[in-house]
């Protein structure tokens, strides 16, 4: 098997160190196995990505060193793929339409027989199963907000034949130092991440679904990725197994944080990589102040 990553950031603001880390280390792993280091924007969410952002990342990544494959997987060249796979989840009554806000969904999962503090999972506050339709709905798949029923996908999933236990292998480390091989019980996905959007009305697919798909599409074998993302995975191996896809190898990474030890974020301009580059660092200066 070929050693194949990706570096997948989302054209919604500057690259910062943490950005700069994460790529710098999958390159790195991709060169050590002789294997490839592909580039994908994630740009799914159109109202937030910016054609300026998406300049600079090849910008930012050419400054560091890292060249790519071409051509570069956009994922708004992929509405059709991740749209097909809502109709084809739709069509085997794993998905039901929601129309629940944000407000809707914390007050419910916070009302008195919830038992108080709303449960957070890995895609936010676990839906409480407001819109959850008794049986699975019938006809065409809806533009809609479309959650996945969890207990439909994990009873599918048990009914398998052959079915290896539901997991993956950690090669890196989540936030609680898990590696090696990461079991994910039913149960677990029950409580603890719940129906998790997979589409979203006018955006075709949700994060989860367009990453599995996309990782799957470009024969990714290696997933290097910041640790935040650790429990999101649960998610990913979940759809993996509904839609016959291949569950890569992940390493999860440690985040580059900040003095006070918070994570870096976007807007903080101040540990972009283009600030850095206007200030005359170099490349070494850059692996120097992220541990490399
Ligand atoms: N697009 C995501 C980000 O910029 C990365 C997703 C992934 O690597 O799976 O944080």
């Known amino acids: 098997m070929t050693f194949r990553t990706r570096f997948a950031p989302s054209p919604t603001g500057p690259l910062h160190l943490g950005h700069a880390y994460s790529a710098l280390l999958a ?11 592909l580039l994908r924007i994630e740009d799914i969410d159109q109202s937030r990505s910016r054609p300026e952002w998406e300049a600079q990342i090849y910008d930012d990544l050419a400054w560091l060193g890292l060249a790519w494959p071409e051509p570069v997987m956009r994922q708004s060249d992929r509405l059709a793929d991740y749209r097909a796979a809502l109709a ?13 806000n944000r407000r809707d969904i914390a007050a419910a999962a916070s009302a008195p027989q919830e038992g108080g503090a709303p449960l957070i999972g890995p895609d936010g506050i676990v839906y409480p199963g407001t ?18 029923d969890m207990a439909r996908a994990t009873a599918l999933i048990a009914a398998q034949p052959m079915r290896p236990p539901l997991g993956f292998t950690e090669e890196g480390a989540g936030p609680d130092g898990e590696t090696g091989l990461i079991d994910i019980p039913f149960d677990w ?8 959007v ?10 989860h679904l367009s990453v599995v798909l996309d990782d799957a599409a470009q024969g990714i074998t290696h997933v290097v990725r910041g640790e935040d993302l650790f429990s999101a995975t649960a998610i990913h191996v979940v759809l993996q197994r509904l839609l016959q896809l291949p569950t890569p190898v992940y390493h999860h990474h440690r985040l580059i944080r900040d003095e006070a030890g918070k994570r870096l974020a976007k807007r903080d301009d101040a540990r972009a990589i283009a600030t850095y580059r206007t200030e005359g660092s170099s490349r070494q200066d850059i692996c120097a102040l992220v541990g490399l």
Not at 27 to 37: F, M, S, T, V
Not at 133 to 148: N, V, Y
């Open 88 to 100: 084809h989840l739709w069509s085997r009554g794993l998905l039901y339409s929601c129309s629940c």
């Open 131 to 148: 819109c959850r339709p008794a049986h699975p709905p019938s006809g065409p798949c809806p533009d809609a907000a479309l959650r996945l």
């Open 198 to 207: 997979l589409g979203r009305r006018g955006m075709a697919g949700s994060y």
């Open 27 to 37: 390159d790195d792993l991709a060169q050590r196995a002789g294997g490839e280091c």
């Open 189 to 196: 996905l029950l409580s603890h991440v719940g129906d998790v």
